[in-house]
């Protein structure tokens, strides 16, 4: 079993940075391959952020954070974060972390993940 932490998330103002951190905790090295944040708001679909895979060799981001946010991961800590910085108004959002134990996922599809943390709300104002 796996279990997923978000942490990090709070109000900002526009232009402003966070660091989101994500805590995994179970059989995380033998049940993960790839971890990903994703990001929901009232009334709109669940949107992919960013994903990376376990051992770091290859991430993928969204075009609306492409250039100012990185995703990174502390294996030895069991981690994943996402820096975001230059934030803007509609980054505002509920940010959930996920995770896959799939060997092969397309990253940016929310129902190729099969564990899920209870999201950080993450506010920019203007």
């Known amino acids: 079993q796996v279990q997923l932490v978000e942490s990090g998330g709070g109000l900002v103002q526009a232009g402003g940075s966070l660091r989101l951190s994500c805590a995994a905790s179970?059989?995380?090295?033998?049940?993960?391959?790839?971890m990903g944040w994703f990001r929901q708001v009232p009334g709109k679909e669940r949107e992919f952020v960013a994903a990376?895979?376990?051992?770091?060799?290859?991430?993928l981001y969204a075009e609306s954070v492409t250039g100012r946010s990185t995703i990174s991961g502390d294996n030895a800590k069991n981690t994943v974060y996402l820096q975001m910085n230059s934030l803007k108004p509609e980054d505002t959002a509920v940010y959930y972390c996920?995770?896959?134990?799939?060997?092969?996922?397309?990253?940016?599809?929310?129902?190729?993940?099969?564990?899920w943390g209870q999201g950080t709300q993450v506010t920019v104002s203007s």
């Open positions: 179970g059989r995380t090295f033998i049940s993960i391959y790839h």
């Open positions: 990376i895979t376990w051992s770091g060799y290859s991430t």
């Open positions: 996920a995770a896959s134990g799939r060997r092969y996922v397309r990253s940016g599809r929310a129902d190729n993940y099969d564990f």
